[in-house]
């Protein structure tokens, strides 16, 4: 019985710990209040992929996907370290980190993937 829960406990500790893995890097600053403060006020993302991500200063987020792909809605927070929490519309929830890294803003996944912005529009270079 004792070793089923401590194995239960270590399983729920690693799960844990791979669930949010940043994949940062020794180059990567991530980002300060005041540059959250900047994207949450009507700041305008468009990744490489020319998917865009649009906040809105009352808490409205939308991601048009490229390629007329259509739209996400939903409503975004802004969480410590530089992160953004998202609730879809559809019930899906993610939260990714924001980063600078050699001058570029970098959006990190839960997951460890990393997305650099190609065109940042109402956000502090």
Request: glycine share 12%; net charge negative.
């Given at each position: 019985?004792?070793?089923?829960?401590?194995?239960?406990v270590?399983?729920?500790?690693?799960?844990?710990?791979t669930?949010?893995?940043?994949?940062?890097?020794?180059s990567?600053?991530?980002l300060?209040?005041?540059?959250?403060?900047?994207?949450?006020?009507?700041?305008?993302?468009?990744?490489y992929d020319?998917?865009?991500?649009?906040?809105?200063?009352?808490?409205?987020?939308?991601?048009?996907?490229?390629d007329?792909g259509?739209?996400?809605?939903?409503?975004f927070?802004i969480?410590?370290?530089?992160?953004?929490?998202?609730?879809?519309?559809?019930g899906?929830a993610?939260?990714?980190?924001?980063v600078?890294?050699?001058?570029?803003?970098v959006?990190?996944?839960?997951?460890?993937?990393?997305?650099?912005?190609?065109?940042?529009?109402g956000?502090a270079p």
């Open positions: 019985m004792k070793i089923s829960i401590i194995w239960s270590f399983v729920l500790a690693a799960s844990g710990a669930a949010q893995d940043w994949n940062l890097r020794d990567d600053a991530v300060g209040a005041a540059e959250m403060a900047m994207i949450a006020d009507g700041g305008s993302l468009t990744y020319d998917g865009v991500s649009l906040f809105s200063a009352g808490g409205a987020y939308s991601y048009t996907y490229a007329g259509g739209t996400a809605f939903g409503q927070r969480e410590e370290g530089g992160q953004i929490c998202i609730d879809y519309r559809n899906f993610r939260c990714d980190m924001y600078r890294n050699n001058g570029r803003l959006l990190l996944t839960a997951d460890g993937e990393r997305y650099p912005v190609k065109v940042e529009t956000v």
